[in-house]
């Protein structure tokens, strides 16, 4: 995810009422999760340091009840779902667009 894609989704969230952490890796995002209680982690399937099916896997085995929303901008769902079969997780493959 972009820097702006990720400041548009906070700015979003915030506006319906949502606090909101941001993390520039997957790295970041772990340690946020150590630190601090969430109800939900949107991430994405590229990240630096970490991708997100990676950042998935180690989010659940710290806390298996955190929802983890993976966002992704690839064309297919082959390579943008991988790994994810074994978490009990879905992938619902719909082009984003704004009109």
């Known amino acids: 995810m972009t820097l702006a894609t990720a400041l548009f989704c ?50 659940k085995a710290l806390n298996p009840a955190i929802p983890v929303l993976i966002m992704t901008a690839y064309s297919s769902v082959e390579d943008g779902g991988r790994g994810t079969e074994n978490w009990g997780a879905g992938l619902s493959h719909q082009a984003a667009g704004f009109r």
Request: with cysteine; hydrophobic share 50%.
């Open 10 to 59: 906070r700015l979003l969230l915030r506006g319906w009422g949502y606090n909101v952490a941001l993390a520039n890796s997957g790295r970041q995002a772990l340690e946020q999760v150590r630190e601090q209680v969430f109800d939900l982690v949107l991430c994405d399937v590229r990240m630096a340091e970490m991708d997100g099916i990676a950042t998935l896997k180690e989010i």
